[in-house]
């Protein structure tokens, strides 16, 4: 289904002229792979920074002290990246995978971001099973963010993620 999701944000994206990036720590790459993997993405695509240290979330992206696994952290992490590679849409991962708690967030605990060029959301997901399933899920749901937003930004009909309408 990431390949189903990335393929329509790519037809929307280079039909409109939408240019998308990502910031990821959890996902570790992931959501960039399947990205890159998308048709034409050479068009609309920018690139991304996996920032899985925290000096690397503050350095780079401008995250501020504050617990990785945060709103506050998604968002700084989207907004960064967006700036950084000028893009139009940014969307940004950052969790506990487990199987230990991080920062006090429970395993499977995951903050999203989407960031426009006027705005940022952030929402929280709550994934059982393990640390890949967790990833799994959360790559997903990155994807299926990003093409909701872009479908807003566009002028699209947005979708509700919340429904898994794509």
Known sequence: MANDTADQLAALAERSGLTVAVAESLT?????????????SVVWF?????????????Q?????????VSETAA????????SLMD????????????????????PGSVWFC????????????????????????SVQ???????SAAKTVTGSAPVSVTDNRV
Do not use: F, N
């Open 141 to 147: 749901y990155a994807l299926e963010l990003l093409l």
């Open 114 to 137: 989407v960031a426009t060029r006027e705005d940022a959301q952030a929402v929280h997901r709550q994934y059982d099973g393990d640390p890949a399933h967790v990833v799994h899920q």
């Open 28 to 40: 570790a790459g992931q959501v960039a792979a399947a990205l890159g993997a998308a048709p034409d």
């Open 75 to 82: 968002t700084a992490m989207a907004r960064g990246v967006r």
């Open 46 to 58: 920018r690139g991304g920074v996996v920032a899985y240290a925290t000096e690397v979330k503050q």
């Open 60 to 68: 780079v992206l401008g995250v501020p002290d504050v617990p990785v």
């Open 87 to 106: 893009a139009d849409l940014a969307v940004a991962t950052t969790g506990a995978g487990g199987p230990d708690p991080q920062d006090g967030e429970d």
